[in-house]
């Protein structure tokens, strides 16, 4: 592994900025973004009674080996290359501006016209083509020599082992930099004085941190006490004898349950979140955000041919998932979306559904459950949960997609689609647990393919239901 | 390797990503294949590459202009140039958006509302020329040549200067000479026989003591000179810098002599008389090369180091440690000659110490120093000599060295009132509102003159006073001249092309000149269809087609002689064929034959003197519109002594006024204070502060120094504008004066000493030349208490005879 670097002698530089502008052409970059800078830096008293300094502040991005902007990047769109540089991939930046506060230098800028960051990468496209880097080339005063530190006969190594050279770094801060300065002492110290490496540069976001540090955490949480309650309660229900499918009589009478819109809906829904889900987490790249293992977003991502494949992947089945639901909203408004909201209404009885439901579950069987509507009240709060998310995530997913500029909606966006994401599929995971693995509800399972579902089942399970639908037959 | 990364790197060419400067997108491309080195496919990119040259200082870099589909998108650093080797600074890379300045002149227009007003109407260029035509043959026709002023300035108005001789008018004065280097270039062509050349044939590479005199080399950026001048601090070479501010070299500098302003001439004399009462010069390049040292020796006798150091304020210990260190490594020594000279008023003797310094040193044509020139022999100019000689009417004959024609004061002094010898102006890439000092004397000779006529490419504030305003076609989009290069160790040739399309209607000076020669009569001159028939003509002495050099861009031609060899015997171009220490020719006219330090006057308690410097982002008032470059550097700062600051109640970021003794008030400019200036100076960076709304990014951005040189000296030899003579106040927006002084601001004002007159100088009085002289009076005398008489009648501190 190759390990490119940068010198800056500032005993030659003269502070004229031809690199500052070779840069922002070499980039075609707009006015007011720039890859590197060189500030002058007047003289000034520092009461010492030294005399003054005048040079200036010339920096890029460090290429720090232990670079704080790295795993903060929620998509790996910042990574360090074969060659030791830290390149950000333009195809799956999103633009959120983690790496931009996590930046001690302040090396990061914010692409508002591209929805993606702009740093130096040692003008890699023009390096692996065997040319210098543009800074390099144009500087007047041959301040800058860059080369490879691994390659024994490079310029650069032999000036390392030549000159006394410095990183701007502290004790606070020291992330490596692979930008090193040759110069007299006190301009050296003079420019490291005013640019000093900011600490708080470390610490990642506020939302990257909640993210990492809070919801990554409690989705696993929940997570493992969802699957851990869901094969309690069907250990309790093997062990009770609850759980013995129920004998079929051969000729049942069968009630209408769902239409075959409503059933092509669920099946697609499911499809699509199992889809987001794996995609989604495989696009959980950091190590810090990961909730999948590596091995298996590797073998995802593969699958998709790249990461930037599998990122236009997910947003494109956003934007089906976002569209079929519109559709089913707008043109199915009075037949499924009115009748869909009403059922999620809660009322009294669910309330007393929920508490006796509850002292069942903590050792109680005995507790009757009052009569239900078409659905009980854990089901409405498996529909409000996953209805809220699935606005959320796609409100948040428009946003991290749609939205180019800095501030916090879109570095927010992020822990909030995962956040979204995490309890839909704590929610999904155990609606799927119920339908495939308890006995008992076999029958819910079945009647999401043909529709039908047994009167018996709905008498017991949903009486108040039968019952409005035995009326309405009856009037019939 | 390096043979293929070079080529690599000319052709490489980026995929554009979005912009969010709108391109102009040129259709077609600037010619046919003239120029073009190749086509190079990268993906879906086609990129073409034309070798130029850069205009945006004297420097002339060698670019590579990098064109995609009609459009420029990249210029980069010819690596052929033996100037710049492929590197190039921040304004030759940023001048590609000259191309797209939407502020660009397009068509010629016609004024329509008074002058001054900048409202101007569209007219074709048959219209334009007709009536240029017409108003150049009645001013002729009725007043002779001589009535016709010229201000010209770089390579493309040689075609205008070369046809305004042919019609026998001398009034030709380019600030580059009068307001920059002409008291330099004739001080050391009186004493070499031959200028310092442009650039100044400086061995800076390899010199080990180099000695920078008021230049400020990085924030003054030439490609070239940054690199030789980093070279030689890389290979360890004792770097000094007088300088009343703390430039970046100064910084950089082993001894930084803090100076007082106008004393540099007797800081020279003073090393000089150290040189030669040590006998530390260069014995046997003295004997064999020079004349005259009698005379010097005898001259500079007076001129003690102690002496000196009460003039310069710079401790006398320090200028004899410095003059021995010179002494240790001559003759790698180089006495910088700067570039701007305009100082003073007495700055061709000032230039003339620095000559002779550089002689006793054996430092010209010796590595190290200073080369030697070449020659290079071209075909015709495009105009024959005049028929009927020169019209010398309008020169005063008070300067007898203004190699350019007539001094710009000259033209302006004769251009004013009713019945004024010049009655019509043209501008040629000039501003005169800030090149040429006392701009309200500018503006009277502009409201009397019978016919203004601008040639530019940006509508500066000479656009607004002009009656015909002709667009030219910017250095990207003409051709020029040939450059030919003969200050340089390697001579070469190089060519300016278009690499785009001019913009709007906009052409290149030869076309322009042309029509207007032929519409005049003048058909014996311009005789070739076009440029670049010219450009044939002028290189088939070489062997040499437009073509190939348009392909080539540089080419290299045989070295001939840039050192003096050992013991060689050499005859310099001067009258006696060696190197004039004592110059008959200066008192042949009536200047002094040995230099002489003429104290200027210093500043009153309250009053500062207003120097003026660069930016590395801009070239005079010429980039202020560049958006890359005024991004980088939007406004000038005003330099202001920390102490001085204090007392005021002032600090950095404060914006003050500016009002000078003739009560020219401007302003607001931010301070920037600072230790590293003395008590009785303040600095800006000139360019800044443009008046014409017509300039969208420049315009009212920073403030102008030349707005404040209400005053100028003009240099006897060369009639040199020395602007450096103007005092400004520190005042509030109503013009009140911000009080507060200290100590030092009396101290560094102290009165000088009078100039020891041990041997009585010829009896010759130095012209002072015209120009605001009368004002001058105005200024109270501050040192009107003389000081101590000097202790003896100065003889060396050592007898030379005793030491060698």
């Known amino acids: 592994?190759?390990?490119?670097?940068?010198?800056?002698?500032?005993?030659?530089?003269?502070?004229?900025?031809?690199?500052?502008?070779?840069?922002?052409?070499?980039?075609?970059?707009?006015?007011?973004?720039?890859?590197?800078?060189?500030?002058?830096?007047?003289?000034?008293?520092?009461?010492?009674?030294?005399?003054?300094?005048?040079?200036?502040?010339?920096?890029?991005?460090?290429?720090?080996?232990?670079?704080?902007?790295?795993?903060?990047?929620?998509?790996?769109?910042?990574?360090?290359?074969?060659?030791?540089?830290?390149?950000?991939?333009?195809?799956?930046?999103?633009?959120?501006?983690?790496?931009?506060?996590?930046?001690?230098?302040?090396?990061?800028?914010?692409?508002?016209?591209?929805?993606?960051?702009?740093?130096?990468?040692?003008?890699?496209?023009?390096?692996?083509?065997?040319?210098?880097?543009?800074?390099?080339?144009?500087?007047?005063?041959?301040?800058?020599?860059?080369?490879?530190?691994?390659?024994?006969?490079?310029?650069?190594?032999?000036?390392?082992?030549?000159?006394?050279?410095?990183?701007?770094?502290?004790?606070?801060?020291?992330?490596?930099?692979?930008?090193?300065?040759?110069?007299?002492?006190?301009?050296?110290?003079?420019?490291?004085?005013?640019?000093?490496?900011?600490?708080?540069?470390?610490?990642?976001?506020?939302?990257?941190?909640?993210?990492?540090?809070?919801?990554?955490?409690?989705?696993?949480?929940?997570?493992?006490?969802?699957?851990?309650?869901?094969?309690?309660?069907?250990?309790?229900?093997?062990?009770?004898?609850?759980?013995?499918?129920?004998?079929?009589?051969?000729?049942?009478?069968?009630?209408?349950?769902?239409?075959?819109?409503?059933?092509?809906?669920?099946?697609?829904?499911?499809?699509?979140?199992?889809?987001?889900?794996?995609?989604?987490?495989?696009?959980?790249?950091?190590?810090?955000?990961?909730?999948?293992?590596?091995?298996?977003?590797?073998?995802?991502?593969?699958?998709?041919?790249?990461?930037?494949?599998?990122?236009?992947?997910?947003?494109?089945?956003?934007?089906?998932?976002?569209?079929?639901?519109?559709?089913?909203?707008?043109?199915?408004?009075?037949?499924?979306?009115?009748?869909?909201?009403?059922?999620?209404?809660?009322?009294?009885?669910?309330?007393?559904?929920?508490?006796?439901?509850?002292?069942?579950?903590?050792?109680?069987?005995?507790?009757?459950?009052?009569?239900?509507?078409?659905?009980?009240?854990?089901?409405?709060?498996?529909?409000?949960?996953?209805?809220?998310?699935?606005?959320?995530?796609?409100?948040?997913?428009?946003?991290?997609?749609?939205?180019?500029?800095?501030?916090?909606?879109?570095?927010?966006?992020?822990?909030?689609?995962?956040?979204?994401?995490?309890?839909?599929?704590?929610?999904?995971?155990?609606?799927?647990?119920?339908?495939?693995?308890?006995?008992?509800?076999?029958?819910?399972?079945?009647?999401?393919?043909?529709?039908?579902?047994?009167?018996?089942?709905a008498k017991e399970h949903n009486l108040r239901w039968w019952e409005e639908v035995r009326d309405k037959t009856a009037q019939n | 390797m390096s043979d293929q990364k070079k080529i690599q790197r000319r052709t490489f060419c980026k995929a554009l990503g979005a912009s969010a400067l709108a391109p102009a997108v040129l259709s077609g491309r600037a010619h046919a294949d003239i120029g073009v080195r190749r086509s190079v496919r990268r993906g879906i990119d086609v990129c073409e590459e034309i070798p130029s040259l850069c205009d945006l200082c004297f420097w002339r870099c060698g670019i590579l202009a990098k064109v995609k589909q009609g459009r420029l998108v990249r210029i980069e650093g010819n690596p052929d140039h033996p100037r710049n080797k492929g590197r190039l600074c921040a304004r030759g890379t940023g001048g590609r958006h000259l191309v797209e300045d939407p502020d660009r002149l397009r068509t010629p227009l016609l004024r329509t509302g008074d002058r001054g007003e900048g409202r101007w109407k569209p007219i074709s260029w048959d219209q334009a020329l007709d009536l240029w035509a017409e108003k150049m043959r009645a001013t002729i026709d009725e007043h002779g040549p001589g009535a016709i002023g010229l201000f010209s300035h770089g390579l493309s108005s040689r075609f205008l200067s070369n046809f305004a001789t042919h019609l026998g008018c001398p009034n030709n004065s380019a600030p580059s000479f009068g307001q920059c280097r002409g008291p330099r270039d004739v001080g050391f062509q009186l004493t070499f026989g031959d200028g310092p050349g442009s650039p100044a044939r400086h061995d800076m590479a390899r010199s080990r003591m180099i000695v920078l005199i008021g230049c400020h080399i990085g924030e003054n950026v030439q490609t070239g000179q940054v690199m030789e001048f980093a070279e030689a601090l890389g290979r360890g070479a004792r770097l000094v810098v007088v300088d009343p501010r703390m430039s970046v070299a100064a910084s950089k500098a082993d001894r930084w002599l803090q100076i007082r302003p106008g004393t540099d001439t007797a800081l020279l004399l003073a090393w000089i008389h150290i040189l030669i009462a040590e006998c530390l010069y260069d014995r046997e390049y003295v004997e064999r090369y020079t004349t005259g040292f009698d005379e010097l020796r005898e001259a500079i006798a007076p001129y003690r180091p102690e002496w000196a150091a009460e003039v310069t304020q710079i401790p006398r210990e320090v200028i004899e440690a410095e003059a021995r260190a010179m002494a240790e490594r001559k003759p790698a020594v180089l006495i910088h000659c700067g570039r701007f000279a305009a100082w003073y008023g007495n700055d061709t003797q000032r230039a003339r110490a620095m000559a002779i310094l550089t002689a006793l040193l054996g430092a010209w044509g010796r590595p190290g120093g200073y080369y030697m020139k070449s020659d290079v022999t071209l075909g015709p100019p495009p105009c024959p000599p005049p028929h009927e000689g020169m019209d010398r009417s309008v020169a005063t004959g008070r300067h007898a060295f203004t190699h350019f024609g007539v001094a710009a004061q000259e033209i302006v002094e004769a251009s004013i009132g009713r019945g004024a010898r010049i009655r019509q102006w043209i501008f040629c890439a000039v501003n005169p509102a800030h090149s040429i000092p006392d701009f309200r004397r500018t503006r009277e000779a502009m409201r009397s003159l019978d016919f203004i006529t601008m040639i530019d490419m940006i509508p500066t504030e000479g656009a607004l006073w002009a009656d015909l305003i002709l667009p030219e076609a910017s250095y990207l989009e003409r051709h020029d001249d040939v450059l030919a290069v003969v200050d340089h160790p390697r001579p070469f040739v190089a060519l300016r092309q278009p690499v785009v399309q001019p913009v709007g209607q906009s052409k290149g000076l030869y076309w322009i000149v042309q029509k207007l020669a032929h519409r005049l009569g003048h058909d014996d001159c311009f005789t070739q269809p076009d440029v670049t028939g010219y450009l044939d003509a002028r290189l088939a002495p070489l062997g040499l087609t437009c073509e190939q050099l348009a392909r080539e861009g540089v080419h290299l031609l045989d070295e001939q002689q840039p050192f003096l060899a050992e013991g060689q015997d050499f005859r310099f171009e001067t009258p006696s064929g060696r190197i004039e220490l004592h110059s008959e020719t200066m008192k042949s006219q009536g200047y002094q034959p040995l230099p002489t330090f003429e104290p200027v006057e210093q500043p009153p308690m309250g009053w500062f003197r207003l120097v003026s410097g660069r930016s590395p982002y801009h070239s005079f008032a010429r980039t202020q519109n560049l958006p890359r470059l005024m991004e980088k550097d939007p406004e000038n700062h005003l330099w202001l002594n920390q102490g001085v600051a204090e007392a005021k109640g002032l600090a950095t970021g404060d914006e003050v006024f500016l009002q000078n003794e003739d009560g020219v008030r401007t302003g607001p400019i931010p301070l920037l204070v600072t230790p590293a200036i003395?008590?009785?100076?303040?600095?800006?960076?000139?360019?800044?502060?443009?008046?014409?709304?017509?300039?969208?990014?420049?315009?009212?951005?920073?403030?102008?120094?030349?707005?404040?040189?209400?005053?100028?000296?003009?240099?006897?030899?060369?009639?040199?504008?020395?602007?450096?003579?103007?005092?400004?106040?520190?005042?509030?927006?109503?013009?009140?004066?911000?009080?507060?002084?200290?100590?030092?601001?009396?101290?560094?004002?102290?009165?000088?000493?009078?100039?020891?007159?041990?041997?009585?100088?010829?009896?010759?009085?130095?012209?002072?030349?015209?120009?605001?002289?009368?004002?001058?009076?105005?200024?109270?005398?501050?040192?009107?208490?003389?000081?101590?008489?000097?202790?003896?009648?100065?003889?060396?501190?050592?007898?030379?005879?005793?030491?060698?």
């Open chain 2, 678 to 804: 003395r008590t009785d100076v303040v600095y800006m960076v000139h360019g800044y502060g443009s008046r014409s709304r017509a300039l969208g990014r420049a315009y009212a951005s920073g403030v102008s120094d030349n707005v404040l040189t209400s005053r100028f000296r003009a240099d006897g030899p060369t009639g040199g504008t020395g602007i450096r003579v103007n005092f400004v106040q520190l005042v509030t927006r109503d013009g009140r004066e911000i009080p507060g002084e200290f100590e030092q601001c009396r101290l560094q004002r102290s009165s000088l000493p009078p100039v020891p007159e041990a041997v009585a100088p010829v009896e010759i009085t130095p012209d002072t030349g015209a120009g605001s002289s009368e004002q001058k009076q105005e200024i109270k005398e501050v040192d009107d208490t003389p000081a101590e008489p000097p202790a003896d009648n100065g003889f060396f501190s050592v007898k030379p005879e005793e030491s060698c």
């Open chain 1, 1 to 457: 592994m190759a390990r490119q670097a940068m010198i800056i002698d500032m005993d030659r530089c003269v502070g004229c900025g031809a690199c500052v502008i070779a840069c922002q052409e070499e980039w075609d970059l707009p006015e007011g973004v720039q890859r590197n800078w060189v500030r002058p830096l007047f003289p000034v008293s520092d009461h010492s009674g030294d005399r003054p300094v005048f040079t200036h502040d010339v920096g890029l991005c460090n290429q720090c080996r232990n670079a704080s902007c790295i795993d903060v990047c929620p998509t790996g769109a910042t990574y360090r290359d074969d060659r030791g540089r830290v390149v950000v991939d333009n195809e799956t930046c999103i633009g959120c501006g983690y790496c931009v506060s996590a930046c001690p230098y302040g090396a990061r800028v914010l692409r508002e016209d591209l929805g993606r960051v702009e740093k130096c990468d040692f003008c890699a496209p023009l390096v692996d083509a065997g040319l210098s880097p543009a800074c390099v080339a144009a500087c007047p005063a041959g301040a800058r020599i860059f080369g490879d530190l691994d390659d024994r006969i490079s310029e650069a190594s032999a000036y390392f082992r030549e000159h006394a050279l410095r990183q701007n770094a502290s004790e606070l801060v020291n992330t490596d930099p692979q930008v090193f300065y040759a110069g007299r002492d006190p301009v050296v110290a003079r420019v490291f004085a005013e640019h000093p490496p900011n600490p708080n540069g470390l610490k990642p976001p506020l939302p990257a941190l909640v993210f990492e540090k809070a919801l990554r955490p409690a989705f696993f949480g929940l997570l493992a006490l969802v699957i851990t309650g869901q094969f309690v309660a069907l250990g309790r229900q093997l062990i009770r004898g609850e759980a013995k499918d129920e004998e079929k009589p051969h000729a049942e009478e069968m009630i209408r349950r769902h239409d075959a819109a409503i059933i092509a809906l669920h099946w697609f829904n499911a499809l699509v979140w199992l889809f987001m889900a794996v995609t989604g987490s495989c696009l959980l790249a950091s190590s810090v955000y990961r909730v999948t293992p590596e091995i298996f977003n590797q073998m995802v991502i593969e699958t998709f041919g790249s990461y930037a494949a599998l990122l236009k992947f997910h947003i494109r089945v956003g934007g089906i998932w976002l569209a079929v639901l519109l559709f089913y909203g707008v043109f199915g408004f009075r037949r499924y979306l009115v009748p869909y909201l009403r059922h999620l209404q809660i009322d009294r009885t669910d309330i007393a559904w929920l508490r006796a439901k509850l002292k069942r579950i903590l050792g109680r069987p005995g507790v009757a459950l009052p009569p239900q509507g078409k659905y009980n009240a854990g089901q409405k709060l498996c529909g409000w949960i996953v209805s809220l998310s699935t606005i959320t995530l796609i409100g948040s997913g428009l946003a991290i997609v749609l939205f180019r500029g800095s501030g916090s909606l879109i570095q927010w966006a992020i822990p909030l689609h995962f956040a979204a994401a995490a309890v839909a599929v704590v929610a999904v995971v155990l609606h799927a647990f119920m339908a495939t693995v308890v006995p008992s509800e076999r029958a819910v399972l079945f009647s999401m393919f043909h529709g039908h579902i047994p009167a018996r089942y």
